[in-house]
């Protein structure tokens, strides 16, 4: 079973700072996921990841496939980036996705 | 387009009871997971359909089961409710698989078991 961990737990920022989510995984994958949940419930896809690195706007994703860790970065960060960031994982034997705890991340202006 | 259409969005049930909830993909899409999120536990995965099978499923007591239709929209049931089972129910789809295409998710049904 993939054990997946995200630090930290809780990050409270100010605005403008960069900010960095790590995740780490226990057992080799096909993707890994990056999702946004917002207060409310509504959970979205911000990367999918199977090597490298992706960018969208000030977000950007990298993974380290020897290392089994990713990190999630945020540039300018903004109080609308509040929100819980989730790590998930996808093949490596498991069925469906495995998820992190999440990082409750809040940008205070 | 219209995106992953989860209903009802609140529901209220009594220990016992029975509950169905729905799920309509993205108009294209074959693939359809659920996942249930609680404070304790977080997300985790209860099964997955494409093309009207049952292709994963985690790891989940019986009670917990669901089905897909030929128009690719889908419903999980939940027998003989527990007050644990108050949970965020979402549902995601997918093109085709979960390992090549990416998810989009519905807003979720939140489950509160009294």
């Known amino acids: 079973k993939n054990e997946v961990e995200q630090s930290p737990q809780n990050l409270t920022a100010q605005e403008g700072e960069f900010i960095t989510i790590n995740c780490s995984y226990s057992v080799g994958i096909s993707a890994l996921h990056w999702l946004q949940q917002h207060p409310g419930g509504g959970i979205v896809s911000l990367f999918m990841l199977s090597s490298g690195k992706k960018k969208h706007g000030r977000l950007i994703a990298t993974i380290n496939i020897q290392e089994k860790h990713s990190s999630l970065h945020i540039t300018a960060s903004h109080p609308r980036d509040s929100a819980v960031y989730i790590c998930?994982?996808?093949?490596?034997?498991?069925?469906?996705?495995?998820f992190g705890k999440g990082t409750h991340l809040i940008i205070q202006p | 387009k219209a995106g992953v259409t989860q209903t009802p969005r609140y529901l209220i049930k009594t220990r016992g009871q029975q509950v169905t909830l729905s799920c309509s993909p993205i108009?294209?899409?074959?693939?359809v997971s659920w996942y249930q999120q609680t404070p304790g536990q977080g997300l985790q995965f209860l099964f997955e359909y494409f093309s009207e099978t049952q292709r994963n499923k985690g790891n989940f007591p019986g009670r917990f089961s669901g089905r897909q239709f030929s128009n690719s929209r889908s419903e999980m049931n939940v027998s003989t409710l527990e007050l644990g089972d108050s949970a965020l129910y979402l549902c995601?789809?997918?093109?085709?698989?979960?390992?090549?295409?990416?998810?989009?998710f519905g807003s979720g049904t939140r489950l509160t078991v009294v």
């Open positions: 998930a994982v996808s093949g490596g034997g498991a069925d469906g996705l495995t």
């Open positions: 108009s294209g899409h074959r693939s």
């Open positions: 995601a789809s997918s093109l085709a698989g979960t390992t090549i295409y990416g998810y989009t």
